[in-house]
């Protein structure tokens, strides 16, 4: 496949032979592989072939093993739409190591850097991503998991849950209250390796479309004082930061599912024959398969905008909306792909193991981590709200 947008001047010609050789190298080993019961032996396997064939060296700067020189937001919407498509765990493996070590890269100290980075970009280490609780998901900021200063120690207590990669995860960076001021204000981060003492792997979570996924229990978790992440109290901030890097890499993904679905689709279409012709030669066939084209070509329009946009316009760029409309746009356009394609496959596109079947399951959670459709639907609305009030008035900026 080659992602929906790549042909647009968003890209450039490197996105175009990422493009091209990740979609080669992931249509050979993705019929290599069963989609079994030993999800997390699928994931780590993921991680160590996207590492060893070198695409993992997009997920950390070229300082550290990495591909560029920092994190280039078009490449990893190229890699995720290009390896949803073929396996929804492969696209998982590649995003949670960028996901997993972004707050490193964005604000580790050398030594921190160099420890991971280079195993991470490598397949060699895998990352996670440590923020929500069971009383913070989408009102993040409400984390109460706490770290305390013990002499040359620090001891974090709590709880994180829903945390990919939970289990079989090498570092884990952690974000936990610290008190310095109120709320958002007063959270940092930490370096966790999964061997730290106090912590545990509380419970394993089932999906619908499976995934490695934890709760994990921090007590009298004790880390060294170097395993501080950037500056006290400005944890939330490069939680933020570092979700903002990879909002627009989660609608790609979406793209990823929904192309295939279209495909799946239209192939469908063309062989299933009934009325004395094929289901294509029906019009209600022909207008739900123009109606998915169109909303995946547009959400795929900005989606490839809010990438281009955080990657061309140097550090002051403000994402955030293009971001919003993107991961909006391209995870429901996704959803209602996914179900035209089971609908159109008929009983055989509800049968388990089916890859509509699949696809169905695997893209209903990208709805709601990283921001749920109505907090970005808020966003944008806001942020109408607020051009409106603005002097200057309305309109795109
Ligand atoms: C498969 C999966 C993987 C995940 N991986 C990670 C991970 O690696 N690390 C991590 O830290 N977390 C992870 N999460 C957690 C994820 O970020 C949270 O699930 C998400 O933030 C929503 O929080 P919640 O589940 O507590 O739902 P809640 O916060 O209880 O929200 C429930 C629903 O309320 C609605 N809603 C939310 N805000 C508003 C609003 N402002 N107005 C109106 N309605 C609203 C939405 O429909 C939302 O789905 C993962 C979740 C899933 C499902």
Redesign the pocket.
């Given at each position: 496949m080659r992602p929906t947008a790549i042909d647009t001047p968003f890209f450039d010609a490197p996105h175009r032979e990422l493009a091209s050789a990740l979609d080669a190298w992931a249509a050979r080993e993705s019929a290599n592989r069963s989609h079994g019961a030993d999800v997390d032996a699928t994931c780590r396997a993921w991680v160590r072939s996207l590492g060893e064939a070198g695409f993992l060296r997009h997920c950390v700067p070229a300082a550290h093993g990495g591909a560029t020189a920092s994190l280039e937001s078009r490449a990893l919407c190229v890699a995720r739409e290009v390896l949803a498509y073929h396996d929804g765990l492969a696209d998982f493996a590649f995003a949670m190591q960028g996901l997993g070590s972004g707050a490193i890269t964005l604000a580790g100290t050398e030594a921190q850097r160099s420890r991971w980075l280079p195993d991470v970009a490598g397949g060699r280490a895998i990352a996670?991503?440590?923020?929500?609780e069971p009383g913070a998901?989408?009102?993040?900021a409400a984390l109460s998991t706490a770290a305390r200063r013990d002499g040359a120690h620090w001891v974090l207590d709590g709880e994180?849950t829903?945390?990919?990669n939970g289990g079989i995860a090498d570092v884990y960076c952690v974000f936990a209250r610290t008190g310095e001021a109120p709320g958002a204000r007063g959270v940092s981060a930490f370096v966790v390796p999964a061997d730290a003492p106090g912590l545990a792997i509380a419970e394993r979570f089932e999906?619908m479309a499976p995934?490695p996924?934890a709760r994990l229990a921090f007590e009298a978790c004790r880390l060294p004082a170097d395993a501080l992440l950037g500056v006290p109290g400005e944890g939330f901030k490069l939680a933020m930061r570092t979700l903002d890097i990879f909002r627009a890499s989660v609608a790609a993904a979406a793209l990823g599912f929904a192309r295939r679905a279209l495909d799946e689709s239209a192939s469908r279409a063309l062989g299933r024959r009934m009325f004395g012709g094929a289901l294509a030669d029906l019009q209600l066939t022909q207008a739900a398969l123009g109606d998915l084209a169109t909303e995946v070509e547009a959400a795929a329009l900005l989606t490839a905008r809010a990438a281009w946009k955080r990657d061309t316009g140097g550090a002051a760029a403000r994402t955030t909306r293009e971001a919003a409309m993107a991961k909006l746009a391209a995870t429901e356009a996704a959803q209602r792909a996914a179900d035209r394609a089971v609908q159109l496959h008929g009983g055989e596109g509800v049968r388990v193991g089916a890859l509509v079947e699949r696809i169905y399951r695997e893209v209903r959670?990208l709805r709601?981590?990283?921001g749920?459709?109505?907090?970005q639907r808020?966003i944008v609305g806001r942020d109408e709200l607020a051009r409106r009030s603005a002097p200057g008035g309305g309109g795109p900026r």
């Open positions: 996670a991503f440590a923020l929500s998901g989408s009102d993040a994180k829903w945390i990919s999906v995934h996924l959670a709601i981590y990283e749920a459709t109505e907090v808020l």
